[in-house]
């Protein structure tokens, strides 16, 4: 009985995941990944699966094995940079760029197609108005998400990628890029889902509790069945959509589509009308339970940053109101925002990630804060680059034709900062 409780459990937590993780990129940017990589397409979508899921997964497994906090990986640099580096990784996938893409992608891909004459405004105020309806009781979003909303959403997948898979349409073209690898790799990081799974892991964490798994054994065990089989689902699902969006890699050229029209085209190519409303109601539900994941997540951030002064369901009020304002500004325009600030978050956040499974071994906190401070600033300098601000060596580090031209320095940073003794000493 006990382990049929784990399994079941174990299945409604990773449904649950699933449907969070898989939001308004998860249906952006593999299609038109594909689009770019044609013939390579396979090995773009593993650069992309590993930037974004795979590195989502090792987050919460760090989460799990230490505190269950954001802090517990973040910490180590200092209180205060701690809350600096959690907070804007908050917000990234919260009210500034997440949440709001949510409700903008919905628009585009859900509503224009079938509503042209629609206003952007009254779409989200509805969307968000679902959002706050399920979000507003936290103790209830992982059942709503793992046992209603996901089943419905992994139909219309299998829908739309099994017709795809049979009836192409077209032949798969040449790369359109001169690197798939990097390609990859910065989609994945536009997914933003390693950021997510920040804020992701402490709702599982405490759902995991609730349920009544207060053993770490046990809840570890929960934890790790929730991940595999959210993991298997979303690689399936991302392989299906990367390799749609390569069918037609000799149909559109990059310049024809932008990333949110790319999947309708492609739909209304395949199944006519009728698809493109399958796809409406796949983006809907998408975004809606990603939407719900993200908000009651930055809710419980906030709240448990503020010791419970800013009481949860005031603050998803907050993010609801506040998104909602954002969302309006258009998908374009987040993904342009969001663009340079991932940029810079993500190999800081990842770095840390990466250390904190190496704590028992690690005694100096300097080497923390070095291998930090130098991935923010290899980072930061890239993108000043990307502006046409000339920044010296910056694009000739190792690596850099991939997108990890942070990697090579943050490794000598921290080995640097290593070097420098520390009055305070990991325990």
């Not at 308004?24 to 397409?41: Q, V």
């Not at 989502?56 to 200092?78: E, K, L, N, R, Y």
């Not at 959210?230 to 390569?246: E, I, P, R």
């Not at 840390?352 to 291998?371: D, E, H, M, Q, T």
């Amino acid at each position: 009985m006990k382990d049929r409780k784990i399994i079941k459990d174990s299945m409604t937590i990773g449904l649950a995941l699933f449907a969070m993780f898989f939001g308004a990129g998860s249906l952006i940017f593999p299609p038109y990944l594909g689009l770019e990589s044609g013939t390579s397409w396979f090995l773009g979508f593993l650069c992309f699966i590993i930037a974004d899921i795979g590195l989502a997964f090792v987050t919460i497994v760090a989460m799990v094995h230490g505190d269950g906090s954001v802090s517990g990986i973040t910490g180590v640099v200092g209180k205060i940079p701690a809350h600096i580096i959690n907070t804007a990784a908050i917000v990234c996938i919260g009210p500034f760029l997440a949440i709001p893409r949510t409700a903008a992608t919905t628009y585009e891909m859900t509503v224009v197609p079938l509503l042209p004459d629609a206003g952007i405004l009254i779409v989200s105020i509805v969307f968000f108005g679902l959002t706050w309806l399920f979000t507003i009781r936290a103790s209830k979003v992982i059942d709503i998400l793992g046992n209603v909303l996901t089943p419905a959403l992994f139909l219309c997948l299998v829908v739309l990628i099994g017709a795809g898979i049979i009836w192409p349409v077209g032949e798969i073209g040449a790369p359109a890029v001169e690197n798939v690898v990097k390609e990859g790799v910065l989609n994945g990081y536009q997914a933003m889902d390693v950021l997510a799974a920040l804020g992701f892991a402490i709702m599982i964490i405490q759902v995991t509790k609730q349920k009544g798994y207060t053993e770490p054994k046990a809840a570890t065990k929960v934890i790790t069945l929730s991940c595999l089989l959210s993991g298997v689902v979303l690689f399936l699902v991302y392989c299906g959509l990367t390799y749609l969006g390569a069918t037609v890699s000799s149909v559109y050229e990059l310049a024809q589509v932008n990333q949110a029209s790319l999947i309708v085209e492609i739909t209304e190519d395949i199944l006519g009308f009728k698809g493109v409303v399958i796809l409406g109601i796949v983006v809907g539900l998408a975004c809606l339970t990603t939407a719900i994941g993200l908000t009651s997540a930055s809710a419980q951030y906030f709240n448990g940053l503020t010791g419970g002064k800013w009481k949860y369901e005031s603050v998803v009020t907050i993010i609801i109101l506040f998104s909602l304002i954002v969302s309006n500004l258009g998908l374009s325009a987040i993904i342009r925002i969001a663009t340079p600030v991932l940029s810079v978050v993500y190999p800081t956040v990842v770095t840390l990630i990466c250390l904190s499974f190496f704590k028992k071994k690690i005694r100096n906190v300097n080497l923390y804060k070095g291998a930090a401070a130098v991935s923010f600033a290899i980072s930061f300098l890239t993108v000043l680059s990307t502006y046409g601000i000339a920044v010296p060596v910056i694009n000739e580090l190792p690596f850099a034709e991939y997108g990890f031209n942070w990697l090579i320095p943050t490794v000598l940073g921290g080995c640097i900062g290593n070097c420098i003794k520390s009055r305070k000493q990991m325990s």
